[in-house]
């Protein structure tokens, strides 16, 4: 391609939501069709700042930053193939097989609940209920959510927790590669049937400015994603707020099976 065809790609540092890695594959795998070029900013803001300001083609973001900043002068122009939605508990055994009263950190309130419904008798806290209870003098307040998740993969291993939850992406962007157990959509699994994620993780969007030309960029799209991520997207919208953090919703687009 011309340099008059080269499209930038703006992108913030990972964060553990699996855009970036996502971004970064995908310009790998196109480098022969299309001219991309990866600009890295330090805050999505600033991203969608200069995008508006032409400064560049497209932003790479998260369903759920869009959902954050969403803007009327901007259009979703294509959705790559979705990641895996689900997510891990980091931990020696399956959650099936845990001790009794294990201890297991889960900040988010909708895999808290699921992991109860699967076993009640596990004792299930956040990170800053367990910050709390052991007067820790470490600086939390400074540190971001993977240092947090590095640092209760080392409690884990020193043997102060039996185990914590995180999103899969997150688990996949550290340096750590402890053992990991699926939590949700097994089918062939009736106890991990307890945990749907929650709404609108493992989608990767592209951003640009309304009128631009679409059909640039047509091989990234993956129809099956944007199918998915409008029905999940309007279904979300359709729950109260006050309920949202406690309501999962995955949709999947499933290929008819072959017949013999």
């Known amino acids: 391609m011309s340099n008059e065809e080269r499209l930038t790609i703006l992108t913030t540092p990972s964060n553990g939501d699996g855009v970036r ?19 890295q900013l330090p805050h999505i803001e600033t991203a969608i700042e200069q995008l508006k300001q032409a400064n560049a083609d497209l932003v790479a973001m998260s369903a759920i930053d869009w959902k954050k900043h969403n803007d009327q002068d901007l259009i979703i122009s294509a959705i790559l193939p979705r990641r895996e939605p689900t997510w891990v508990l980091i931990s020696d055994d399956k959650p099936e097989y845990l ?15 699921q992991l109860c419904r699967l076993r009640s008798d596990l004792e299930i806290i956040s ?7 052991n007067n820790f003098e470490k600086p939390f307040e ?5 240092e947090i998740i590095s640092w209760l993969e080392e409690c884990r291993q020193n ?8 999103t899969r992406s997150l688990h996949s962007s550290l340096k750590f590669k402890s053992r990991r157990h699926t939590l949700g959509l097994q ?3 009736p106890e991990r049937t307890h945990f749907i994620p ?9 951003v ?8 640039q960029i047509e091989t990234m799209n993956d129809e099956a994603s944007i199918i998915c991520h409008r029905i999940e997207s309007n279904l979300f919208d359709s729950l109260p707020p006050s309920i949202r953090p406690i309501v999962g919703i995955f949709v999947e687009q499933r290929k008819i099976s072959t017949i013999i």
Not at 99 to 113: E, G, T, V, Y
Not at 208 to 215: D, E, I, L, T, Y
Request: net charge positive; proline share 5%.
């Open 142 to 146: 400074e540190m971001d959510e993977r």
């Open 127 to 133: 990170s800053d209920e367990f910050i709390s209870n």
């Open 21 to 39: 890695i996502h971004i970064e594959k995908m310009v790998e795998q196109r480098s022969k069709q299309l001219d991309l070029r990866l600009k």
């Open 198 to 206: 929650p709404p609108l993780h493992g989608f990767t969007l592209l």
């Open 99 to 113: 001790r009794s009263r294990a201890l297991i950190i889960c900040n988010h309130p909708l895999i808290k609940r």
């Open 159 to 166: 043997e102060l927790i039996d185990g914590f939850i995180t």
């Open 187 to 189: 089918r062939d699994n």
């Open 208 to 215: 640009a400015r309304k009128g631009f030309p679409v059909s």
